[in-house]
C-alpha cells in the first residue's frame, strides 16, 4: 500500500464525487503520463478502495447485515453464516449458506468454480460465489461471499469456511479465474485438489437452465430415443435425466463412424486404438470384459462424467450391451436431488422447513407407494395396512382445514 499513498488524496476525491474505479485509474493514469509511469497498479487502486470501504462500514450497516442472517436462521436452522473481523473487531468479510445450497453441495459438490466476478454492489465490495453444474447441466449455487479486499489472507480464510460449512467436504476440482493470489490460497487450503485456472466471463451464464422446469421436465416427459433397440439407450433413457441423455444418444450416433485400428485381446487388459472416420487423431483405450472396466485417453469420463463414443465402441465389440455401473454417475440420474440430505454429525438439512402442498405430496407419495407395495406380499400385510388406512383417513378428515397453505415437515 506504500505506493499508492501518493495518489491516495487523488483517489479519495475521484472517488467521493461518485467517478467509478476504471475510469479513477484512467485518469490518474493519464495525468501520470501512462500506466508505467504509475507507481500503484489497478489491483492496488482496487485493494485501496476496499480497504476504504471496510473503515467506512456503518454501524447500521454492520447491524443490518447480522439481522438478515439471525432472521435466516430464524426461519430455518441449517442457514450458516461466517464473520471475519479486524484487530478492532469490525466485520471484514462475510460467508455464508442455505439450505438449497447445503443440499446441492452435497449432490454435486464434486466439481467447482469460484467466480469472484459475479457481482460487485455499488459499495464496490465484491460479491464472490461457488457454483456448479447440477443434473440438468443447470447452475447451482453452493455458497456466497461479500470480499472487502482481495488478499491471500481473505481468500484463505474463505476456502477454510466453505468447506467448514459443508461438514469438510472438499472439492475434487475447482476452477477459478486466473489469479495467483487465488491459485496459492487454495493450493494450501485444499492440496488434494486439482485446481484450474480460467477466465469465468460469465459463459455459464448462457448454460444456466431453471432448475424447477428442467426436474418437471425430467419427471413429466419422456425423451425421443432414435436406438429404440439398443439396449444402452434403452438403459440411458430409463436412468439418466433428460439433458444427459441427448448427450449419449449423440456420442451413439458417433458409434458407427468409430472403427478399430488395433486390438490386442492376448492380455486381461484388452488394448484397443479407436480412430473416427474422417477425423484426425486416435484414442487409446483400455477394456476389461471381467470387470467390466473401460478407459480411454480422451479423459472425457473423467472430465465431462460421461462414456464417449470410443469406449461406447469398445465395449460393443466386447460384446457388452450395457453402460457399467461404475461408469453412471448418480450426479447425472434422474431424481438424484434430495430436498433432504443427513450431515456427517447426524443433524438433517431441509432446503425448506415450509414447504408446500405440491412438495409434501411429492414426498408423501414414494412412502405411500411403498407401503401399499408391501402390503400385497401378504393377505396379513393387507389387513393391516387396509385397517390402519381406514383409520388414519377419518383421523384425517377430523383435522381443521384452517392452516396456511404451506405447512412444516415433521421427520
Given at each position: 500500500?506504500?505506493?499508492?499513498?501518493?495518489?491516495?488524496?487523488?483517489?479519495?476525491?475521484?472517488?467521493?464525487?461518485?467517478?467509478?474505479?476504471?475510469?479513477?485509474?484512467?485518469?490518474?493514469?493519464k495525468q501520470a503520463g501512462g500506466t508505467e509511469?504509475?507507481?500503484?497498479?489497478?489491483?492496488?487502486?482496487?485493494?485501496?478502495?476496499?480497504?476504504?470501504?471496510?473503515?467506512?462500514?456503518?454501524?447500521?450497516?454492520?447491524?443490518?447485515?447480522?439481522?438478515?442472517?439471525?432472521?435466516?436462521?430464524?426461519?430455518?436452522?441449517?442457514?450458516?453464516?461466517?464473520?471475519?473481523?479486524?484487530?478492532?473487531?469490525?466485520?471484514?468479510?462475510?460467508?455464508w449458506v442455505d439450505p438449497k445450497m447445503l443440499?446441492?453441495?452435497?449432490?454435486?459438490?464434486?466439481?467447482?468454480?469460484?467466480?469472484?466476478?459475479?457481482?460487485?454492489?455499488?459499495?464496490?465490495?465484491?460479491?464472490?460465489?461457488?457454483?456448479?453444474?447440477?443434473?440438468?447441466?443447470?447452475?447451482?449455487?453452493?455458497?456466497?461471499?461479500?470480499?472487502?479486499?482481495?488478499?491471500?489472507?481473505?481468500?484463505?480464510?474463505?476456502?477454510?469456511?466453505?468447506?467448514?460449512?459443508?461438514?469438510?467436504?472438499?472439492?475434487?476440482?475447482?476452477?477459478?479465474?486466473?489469479?495467483?493470489?487465488?491459485?496459492?490460497?487454495?493450493?494450501?487450503?485444499?492440496?488434494?485438489?486439482?485446481?484450474?485456472?480460467?477466465?469465468?466471463?460469465?459463459?455459464?451464464?448462457?448454460?444456466?437452465?431453471?432448475?424447477?422446469?428442467?426436474?418437471?421436465?425430467?419427471?413429466?416427459?419422456?425423451?425421443?430415443?432414435?436406438?429404440?433397440?439398443?439396449?444402452?439407450?434403452?438403459?440411458?433413457?430409463?436412468?439418466?435425466?433428460?439433458?444427459?441423455?441427448?448427450?449419449?444418444?449423440?456420442?451413439?450416433?458417433?458409434?458407427?463412424?468409430?472403427?478399430?485400428?488395433?486390438?490386442?485381446?492376448?492380455?486381461?487388459?484388452?488394448?484397443?486404438?479407436?480412430?473416427?472416420?474422417?477425423?484426425?487423431?486416435?484414442?487409446?483405450?483400455?477394456?476389461?470384459?471381467?470387470?467390466?472396466?473401460?478407459?480411454?485417453?480422451?479423459?472425457?469420463?473423467?472430465?465431462?462424467?460421461?462414456?464417449?463414443?470410443?469406449?461406447?465402441?469398445?465395449?460393443?465389440?466386447?460384446?457388452?450391451?450395457?453402460?457399467?455401473?461404475?461408469?453412471?454417475?448418480?450426479?447425472?440420474?434422474?431424481?438424484?436431488?434430495?430436498?433432504?440430505?443427513?450431515?456427517?454429525?447426524?443433524?438433517?438439512?431441509?432446503?425448506?422447513?415450509?414447504?408446500?402442498?405440491?412438495?409434501?405430496?411429492?414426498?408423501?407419495?414414494?412412502?405411500?407407494?411403498?407401503?401399499?407395495?408391501?402390503?400385497?406380499?401378504?393377505?396379513?400385510?393387507?389387513?393391516?395396512?387396509?385397517?390402519?388406512?381406514?383409520?388414519?383417513?377419518?383421523?384425517?378428515?377430523?383435522?381443521?382445514?384452517?392452516?396456511?397453505?404451506?405447512?412444516?415437515?415433521?421427520?
Open positions: 500500500m506504500e505506493t499508492i499513498k501518493c495518489n491516495a488524496a487523488e483517489i479519495d476525491l475521484t472517488d467521493d464525487s461518485g467517478i467509478r474505479p476504471k475510469s479513477i485509474f484512467d485518469y490518474i493514469s509511469n504509475l507507481g500503484p497498479t489497478r489491483q492496488d487502486q482496487k485493494n485501496y478502495l476496499r480497504t476504504k470501504r471496510q473503515c467506512d462500514l456503518s454501524y447500521g450497516e454492520a447491524s443490518s447485515l447480522l439481522m438478515y442472517f439471525e432472521k435466516q436462521t430464524r426461519i430455518n436452522a441449517s442457514c450458516t453464516y461466517t464473520l471475519q473481523l479486524d484487530g478492532e473487531e469490525k466485520i471484514t468479510n462475510t460467508f443440499i446441492d453441495y452435497t449432490h454435486f459438490g464434486d466439481v467447482i468454480s469460484f467466480d469472484t466476478t459475479f457481482c460487485t454492489n455499488k459499495e464496490y465490495r465484491p460479491y464472490s460465489v461457488f457454483v456448479g453444474f447440477n443434473h440438468h447441466r443447470g447452475i447451482s449455487i453452493f455458497g456466497a461471499a461479500l470480499l472487502y479486499d482481495e488478499t491471500s489472507e481473505s481468500f484463505k480464510w474463505l476456502f477454510e469456511a466453505f468447506p467448514e460449512a459443508h461438514g469438510q467436504k472438499k472439492p475434487l476440482t475447482v476452477f477459478t479465474d486466473q489469479d495467483s493470489t487465488i491459485g496459492n490460497a487454495i493450493s494450501e487450503v485444499f492440496p488434494d485438489t486439482w485446481h484450474v485456472f480460467k477466465h469465468f466471463e460469465r459463459v455459464v451464464n448462457d448454460k444456466c437452465y431453471n432448475e424447477l422446469k428442467a426436474e418437471f421436465d425430467a419427471r413429466n416427459k419422456i425423451s425421443r430415443n432414435i436406438f429404440p433397440m439398443s439396449p444402452v439407450m434403452r438403459q440411458a433413457l430409463e436412468v439418466y435425466t433428460p439433458i444427459i441423455f441427448e448427450q449419449i444418444q449423440d456420442e451413439h450416433l458417433w458409434i458407427s463412424t468409430c472403427y478399430i485400428k488395433y486390438r490386442d485381446k492376448s492380455v486381461t487388459d484388452r488394448k484397443y486404438i479407436v480412430a473416427i472416420v474422417d477425423k484426425e487423431g486416435d484414442f487409446n483405450v483400455t477394456c476389461n470384459p471381467s470387470g467390466p472396466t473401460i478407459a480411454c485417453s480422451c479423459r472425457r469420463f473423467e472430465t465431462f462424467g460421461i462414456l464417449y463414443c470410443h469406449a461406447l465402441k469398445i465395449l460393443d465389440d466386447n460384446n457388452i450391451k450395457f453402460i457399467p455401473a461404475t461408469y453412471v454417475l448418480r450426479r447425472w440420474t434422474r431424481g438424484t436431488r434430495n430436498m433432504i440430505v443427513d450431515q456427517t454429525n447426524e443433524s438433517r438439512i431441509e432446503e425448506d422447513v415450509n414447504l408446500d402442498c405440491t412438495q409434501c405430496y411429492r414426498l408423501l407419495c414414494p412412502i405411500l407407494v411403498m407401503i401399499a407395495s408391501e402390503a400385497l406380499n401378504s393377505i396379513e400385510g393387507y389387513a393391516l395396512v387396509n385397517t390402519v388406512a381406514k383409520d388414519l383417513l377419518a383421523q384425517l378428515q377430523n383435522i381443521v382445514v384452517d392452516a396456511p397453505l404451506h405447512v412444516s415437515l415433521i421427520s
